[in-house]
């Protein structure tokens, strides 16, 4: 398999550095490299924790005929610091892949201070015409439309603190898409994870009444059956977003205990281009989530279900353009069920060319578990150089 990917990469990279004749209109090969260093403190006199990463993506195209494309997407990550030599298991946890084509994340190598990981979190073929799409292999299945919490998502939950990973993960799946009309849009999807567990699911989109209403119904990990639906649209000129699903134990229809998400949001652009978000989120699934800190939340095996620290969630967001290469934002949650806790992510992100961004982010997390109060902060500086 390692010798596969290494294969893989020069071969890629080969196509981009020498095309044949026309090759450019055949391929393509994009992507960027990344430094993120990342302190971590309880508080400012305590012990530190100094992380890094150096992350590469490549996002290749192949485009077989007119009608058929083959792509692939990798990242690759080279993690050294304290996280590395204090955290047990850490290099188990980065390998691990929830797909049924686990085998296409691997370590190159562990040892006790550094890890150097791969993944393909993107490769499918995907078949198109004017009015339908049919796409197979790992891939994203994105049914969100609020902004930080999707109840919607069942293919591929992801958490709003992995601020890191833009592209989000995949999931091995079978997705189709037939388009009646412009404004409406019928799918169906189907995948399975490493457990063979079968997460499928149809969604109608459609437009009524100026919003783009969306309603599903399938079985989500084997377990559950899920019914749905979410709308974007406006209030006068603020817009509305949101999502409900119902979860109910497939195999125990009589099971009174199913679970509901509501999530909805307003956001708002002034004419000085300040954009206001504000969201809140109803999981009545939170009273079953066993948890001791903040760090469990953020490591415990992602779903839609635990995507929320609180049975009510509230979410802001602020951000201005400072410059026209300096932007800002401020991102803040409220947890009310972890004892007034609440999250606070700052940013500033400088466009210091036009393929090279540099970005400060702050994260500092607040609450109580069992009784005792838990504080997390940490501070990111991140280097980005595309291609």
């Not at 439309?145 to 890191?164: E, G, K, L, M, V």
């Not at 708002?268 to 504000?278: A, T």
Request: aromatic share 16%; net charge neutral; proline share 3%.
């Amino acid at each position: 398999m390692r010798f596969f990917l290494t294969v893989l990469i020069v071969a890629l990279c080969t196509l981009n550095l020498y095309p044949q004749d026309g090759a450019n209109d055949k391929y393509s090969l994009k992507g960027y490299v990344k430094y993120l260093n990342l302190v971590t403190f309880d508080k400012a006199d305590s012990p530190w924790l100094v992380d890094n990463t150096i992350h590469n993506r490549l996002n290749f195209e192949w485009f077989m005929g007119e009608r058929l494309t083959f792509k692939a997407s990798m990242r690759n990550r080279l993690i050294y610091g304290d996280y590395v030599k204090s955290i047990p298991g850490y290099d188990r946890l980065i390998e691990a892949d929830n797909g049924y084509l686990n085998f296409l994340t691997n370590n190159i190598y562990s040892i006790s201070s550094s890890v150097l990981n791969t993944s393909f979190d993107r490769l499918l073929l995907e078949y198109h015409t004017d009015n339908f799409t049919a796409t197979l292999g790992r891939q994203r299945v994105n049914w969100g439309q609020s902004f930080a919490w999707n109840p919607n998502d069942i293919f591929n939950a992801y958490s709003f603190f992995d601020f890191d990973y833009e592209e989000r993960p995949g999931s091995d799946a079978l997705r189709v898409q037939y388009y009646p009309s412009y404004t409406s849009a019928a799918e169906m999807a189907i995948k399975i994870d490493k457990d063979k567990n079968i997460t499928a699911a149809g969604l109608y989109r459609f437009n009524t009444l100026g919003y783009d209403v969306q309603v599903m119904a399938g079985v989500m990990d084997t377990t559950d059956l899920v019914v749905g639906g979410g709308w974007t649209g406006s209030l006068w000129k603020v817009g509305f977003a949101g999502e409900v699903s119902y979860f109910h134990p497939q195999h125990n229809a009589s099971d009174s205990l199913g679970v509901v998400m509501v999530t909805a949001g307003v956001n708002y652009i002034f004419s000085n281009s300040l954009s206001v978000n504000v969201e809140g989120i109803y999981n009545s699934y939170f009273s079953r989530i066993s948890m001791s800190s903040f760090a469990q939340l953020m490591y415990m095996p992602l779903s839609v279900k635990t995507s929320s620290f609180s049975k009510f969630s509230w979410f802001g967001q602020v951000s201005y353009p400072i410059h026209p290469l300096l932007s800002g934002s401020l991102a803040a949650m409220y947890f009310p069920s972890l004892g007034d806790g609440y999250f606070l992510m700052p940013s500033l992100a400088y466009s210091a060319s036009q393929n090279l961004e540099v970005s400060l982010l702050g994260q500092r997390f607040e609450g109580k578990f069992g009784g005792v109060t838990e504080k997390l902060n940490m501070l990111f500086l991140r280097f980005r150089l595309s291609f």
